[in-house]
């Protein structure tokens, strides 16, 4: 049967890590990498494995490469700390691997995401589909700050049960990770040598707004939906005005 490696990277994560390892407690091998956390992350994290290691944060890709690095099995299933698998999906990877050696080089897995404890079932948040199974030499992250999706050689498959994404606590945590993410998205941008105008900046805030909250049925979510559709059309416009900041700091260099 093959083997497998959970791999997950930490940042002040003791209102999430717990829960995350606790569904993932059956796998072969934990592997933790974490920034350098000030708060209770580690000690959690240490009643479920001992190959922890702390590495500055170079960008999220690098980050779970090099813990993908790290890992001794064939299998590389790679998490987040605020997500969590559930046992029918833990049954499924089982029982994939129990079959033999799974016939793909990797598999996405289908994402129920919430926000606080409501699930979005709209708004293009559902089905969300991620690759998060792989085999070792076949995939790895894309090198980039944020949106560092894996790039895989080989067949990809799909599973049928869920993961489960608790991916912001409340609209306060919201506005303090966008103003991060925005941040890294922008420079992110800059290095690719990005330039946008005011009107596209504008144009692309209302059209997230229009693409969430109509296009993708964000008004099924109720005040839930309105409130993601105007939050991330405000994150689409910041970050974008970053960029121009930047832009424009370089020109006055």
């Not at 059956?26 to 580690?42: L, Q």
């Not at 489960?164 to 922008?186: C, G, K, P, V």
Request: with cysteine; aromatic share 16%; charged share 30%.
């Amino acid at each position: 049967m093959e083997k497998l490696s959970v791999v997950i990277i930490t940042y002040n994560e003791e209102q999430n890590i717990g829960r995350c390892l606790e569904s993932v407690q059956w796998a072969d091998e934990i592997i933790i990498v974490d920034s350098f956390s000030t708060d209770r992350t580690i000690d959690i994290a240490r009643k479920y494995t001992d190959k922890i290691f702390q590495r500055a944060l170079d960008g999220y890709g690098a980050q779970k490469n090099y813990a993908i690095s790290k890992a001794t099995n064939t299998w590389i299933l790679a998490l987040d700390a605020d997500e969590r698998l559930t046992p029918e999906l833990s049954e499924e990877i089982l029982a994939l691997f129990r079959s033999g050696e799974p016939a793909m080089a990797a598999y996405e897995l289908p994402y129920k995401v919430f926000f606080g404890n409501r699930w979005v079932r709209h708004s293009g948040w559902y089905p969300e589909y991620h690759i998060r199974l792989f085999r070792k030499d076949n995939g790895r992250f894309k090198e980039r700050f944020v949106h560092e999706g894996v790039e895989v050689s080989g067949p990809v498959g799909r599973l049928r049960h869920f993961v489960e994404h608790y991916t912001y606590r409340s609209i306060s945590d919201f506005i303090q990770r966008m103003d991060r993410y925005s941040t890294l998205s922008a420079e992110a941008y800059y290095k690719e040598g990005r330039h946008v105008s005011w009107t596209e900046t504008v144009f692309r805030a209302w059209f997230t707004f229009v693409q969430m909250y109509f296009l993708k049925r964000g008004f099924l979510d109720g005040a839930l939906g309105f409130q993601l559709a105007i939050l991330y059309s405000y994150y689409t416009f910041v970050k974008y005005a970053k960029l121009k900041e930047l832009r424009q700091t370089e020109k006055e260099r």
